[in-house]
């Protein structure tokens, strides 16, 4: 039993304390740690002791008070993000890493704004600090949400400390991307450039793109499937997800051009099937896999453009690099140069918006440019 300071019995676990006069009050909780109540008068104490015990035996409370970052970020991982993707998770704690060191050892209370811009202003680029930012200011919301904290510092965190310019997207020409193609002819993953500059899919969608998805006699593609590959405890696995959301799942409308690649692909693949080379049941069906009828993915795929690249710098030495993506980009600018409306590339792209869609996957071209300049000086 504890005693006040005049010597009069207060209860189990409640004391009063000499220096200040302030009651407090202590018990286990159901973490196996010792949790603490501090008021300025022994009534208002135990009305919170009460509090706080109804809530450890109801299990209310999802942590306790003193949790550090590290703490908290398995719980929030655990429980608020329990239902994310494998990958989607690991993105989480790539980006979550990167501040750990300096923060993960540190309690929820402590952590203020100074703290917490030291630790991300030391971080390598503007785009790691944008990215690395959403994953505390997700986390200390959903810490405010369970009355743990009452404000979240971290979204006033600054992530523009070096300034950057911003790199302008690189975008194929027409003429480049015909160069390109004609050097691309001998390339295993030819076909596969191909649609991929005829339907503007991304790379994880081609990679994940079954022969079920394809209807060769009414001439479209159906994107149903993401096939992403990442690390999961310490080793690199692929997993095949459904599309994200709803406008992910799309119908593409297949030119000709974009059929004869098909076309090209299926006896592509039925040379490596008679080779006798076996594959996971899940993987059987892909229409894009590597020589050894295994998935592929980006970075293979980046490689192929690196080399097919290289050729063509040997006679055009100006020939910039480009990634996968660039070819997303480029179907999207051609649409527009064509004179596609705006809301049926949406559609197409898979975009949950026309603003994404006009800012992000839309550029001017020097041709364009040149061309745009013509019909001025023509009309006049």
Not at 287 to 297: H, I, M, S
Not at 301 to 315: C, D, F, Y
Not at 323 to 349: D, V, W, Y
Not at 364 to 379: I, Y
Request: charged fraction near 30%; charge should be positive.
């Amino acid at each position: 039993m504890g005693k006040s300071i005049k010597g009069k019995e207060l209860g189990k676990g409640i004391t009063q304390r000499k220096s200040d006069g302030l009651y407090q009050g202590r018990f286990v909780n159901r973490f196996g740690k010792t949790q603490t109540i501090y008021a300025s008068n022994l009534n208002g104490l135990r009305k919170r002791m009460r509090e706080e015990q109804y809530e450890d035996e109801k299990a209310l409370n999802v942590v306790t008070k003193d949790v550090t970052l590290d703490e908290w970020y398995e719980i929030w991982m655990n429980t608020c993000k329990k239902n994310c993707r494998n990958s989607t998770r690991e993105s989480y704690a790539t980006h979550y890493k990167r501040i750990q060191k300096e923060l993960g050892w540190r309690k929820l209370t402590s952590l203020n704004l100074i703290i917490m811009q030291n630790a991300l202003n030391e971080l390598v680029s503007d785009n790691a600090r944008k990215n690395t930012k959403k994953i505390p200011v997700d986390m200390l919301e959903k810490a405010i949400d369970s009355d743990l904290l009452t404000k979240n510092v971290a979204k006033q965190l600054n992530t523009v400390i070096s300034k950057e310019d911003k790199k302008e997207r690189r975008v194929l020409t027409v003429s480049e991307a015909e160069l390109f193609l004609g050097e691309a002819q001998s390339s295993f993953y030819y076909n596969l450039f191909v649609l991929a500059i005829e339907t503007g899919m991304r790379i994880g969608e081609l990679c994940g793109v079954q022969w079920k998805d394809i209807d060769f006699d009414k001439k479209v593609l159906y994107v149903r499937h993401t096939l992403c590959y990442f690390q999961k405890d310490g080793k690199y696995i692929f997993e095949m997800h459904d599309a994200k959301t709803k406008n992910g799942r799309r119908t593409i409308p297949l030119t000709t051009r974009a059929l004869e690649a098909l076309k090209r692909q299926r006896i592509q693949k039925q040379k490596i099937l008679f080779k006798g080379i076996e594959t996971e049941e899940q993987y059987r069906d892909l229409v894009f896999v590597t020589k050894n009828n295994r998935p592929t993915q980006q970075f293979i795929v980046q490689e192929a453009i690196g080399a097919i690249v290289n050729r063509i710098r040997k006679e055009h030495p100006d020939y910039e690099m480009f990634s996968p993506h660039c070819l997303r980009h480029t179907f999207a600018t051609r649409a527009i140069e064509n004179g596609m409306q705006p809301k049926t590339l949406q559609k197409i792209l898979g975009h949950g918006s026309l603003q994404m869609t006009m800012d992000l996957y839309c550029h001017v071209t020097e041709d364009t440019l040149f061309t745009e300049m013509m019909k001025m000086e023509k009309a006049v």
